[in-house]
């Protein structure tokens, strides 16, 4: 990866402290106090580096901070434009990004695909192009197609980052979920970490994955075979189709929804029976280890992958992992707006 400027002191300045990254405390992958980061995209957590997740992990850390403060804004992206490409759904990624931004007092601009253009037959590449043609700096894109940031990327000057497409990947929600398991389990390195659920269709499962076994962390994946590619064992992970013989070995539990909007159904007999072998319940959670992390991504289907009373219950960190998130967001806008690869 080639070094290019480094952040500059003016900017440094404007930081938190330790925003430019440095060691993490409790993990093995640790990051020296003079790397730079140069990416000026963020598309997937397979092209990153170990010392690449732990700066990003670390400048959040930072960020944190600037939350707890009475005025919550720092002038790190002052005079940049963010513009929110949303071909798809969403509530978490799109809000927190929006406050991100704001946070970091860029401007914004929210383009939703419902309502748009694009009911007339505009393409995803024209709507980008004329949206860069305002004077975006760093474009944020969801869509429903595995790829389309990478596409966007080679054809805009503008930084891209990857807020989920299609099955492929999600990394923004992987490192929030990453940097929530460093919080409550004190580093990710030697942890073991059951990712359950819609595993063939799911973009929060494969980064994750990606970024966890960089880490050092252990993942077995589990679900039902027609939701379990064997083909997922390439990325490091081991394969369990039983969710109770699992339950026990774990430190934390990342509960999928089922994304029925990219198979339509069909894969299993029936939602009851999905829940009855791989829903998380009180029972299944009395035999987890006392303090096991019980994630999701969002948005839930109560009564489904889990129960109201779990995910609302005292090993649920899935309103934690939402606040999180506009912290690794803040970051991620940050080091973009800054790499110059
Ligand atoms: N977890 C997640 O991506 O949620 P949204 O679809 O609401 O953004």
Redesign the pocket.
Known sequence: MARKAPISSKKRKSLPKRAAGHAAPNAEVTVEPDFVWTRKDLLGLDELSPREIVCLLETAESFKEVSTRSIKKVPAMRGKVVGLLFFE??????MSFELAASRLSADSLLFTAKGSSVSKGETTMDTVRNIEAMGVDVFVMRHGQSGAPHMVARQVEASVVNA?DGSHE?PT?ALLDIFTMRQRLGGIAGKKVAIVGDIAHSRVARSNILGLRKLGAEVVVVGPPTLVPNAITAMGCSISHCLDDVLGEVDAINMLRIQFERFGGGLFPSLREYHKLYGMDAERLKRCRRDVLIMH???INRGVEITTEVADGPNSCILQQVTNGLAIRMAVLYLVSQGRE
């Open positions: 759904d969403s509530t978490r990624t799109r989920g999600h929600q991504p969002g948005p």
